[in-house]
């Protein structure tokens, strides 16, 4: 009985555990698209000087 209880339980924490990476990755895929529009809007606005959106585009933590 323990042991079905215990199976359970882990099936429910990596079920939380997925859908927080799923959460992760997508905050990842905005922010990375959020800095590719950055860097497209800055290379059409001004093609000669794209350093603007470096500042932008700061590497992930």
């Known amino acids: 009985m323990a042991m ?4 359970v339980w882990n099936a429910e924490d990596t079920e939380n555990r997925r859908a927080a990476t799923n959460v992760a990755l997508a905050k990842g895929m905005a922010s990375r698209l959020a800095c590719a529009a950055t860097e497209a809007a800055a290379w059409i606005t001004n093609s000669m000087n794209k350093t603007r959106s470096r500042i932008f585009c700061k590497p992930p933590i």
């Open 4 to 7: 079905e209880k215990w199976n």
